[in-house]
């Protein structure tokens, strides 16, 4: 992640070596914790996103060597590459959007969990 936590009394503040500033002013330890799961909500989105796009891509058990689906994977990188020009505003929607694609490409619709547990749970 590439974030330290800076602590001044009861007051948190992220700072991120990848663009070396803070993420967020002096705030409450909540509002921290909140930074931090939405951002690995974020990242658990993007991960869903390359799995669904490009399985099957794995280790084959028979062989031990990698079996990659070049067209998928193709997809995948165009794709990433949208998302690395999508404006700033932009960009966590275009994230929303593909995951809720996928998710309804499988038939899972997002109110059919509560919380991540039950979709979990459910699959």
Avoid at 17 to 30: A, F, K, N, Q
Avoid at 33 to 50: L, P
Avoid at 55 to 81: L, M, Q
Avoid at 91 to 99: P, Q
């Amino acid at each position: 992640m590439g974030w330290m936590i800076e602590q001044k009394n009861d007051r948190y503040r992220i700072y991120s070596e990848t663009i070396r500033g803070y993420l967020m002013g002096w705030s409450s330890r909540d509002e921290v914790v909140k930074r931090i799961i939405k951002n690995k909500y974020r990242e658990f989105m993007t991960d869903v996103i390359k799995q669904y796009m490009t399985f099957p891509h794995h280790w084959r058990k028979e062989t031990g060597t990698i079996y990659v689906d070049r067209e998928r994977c193709d997809k995948h990188s165009d794709w990433v590459a949208k998302l690395c020009k999508t404006p700033a505003i932009q960009y966590y929607e275009e994230i929303d959007d593909t995951f809720q694609e996928a998710l309804a490409e499988l038939g899972i619709e997002p109110n059919d969990f509560k919380n991540l547990a039950d979709l979990i749970d459910g699959i």
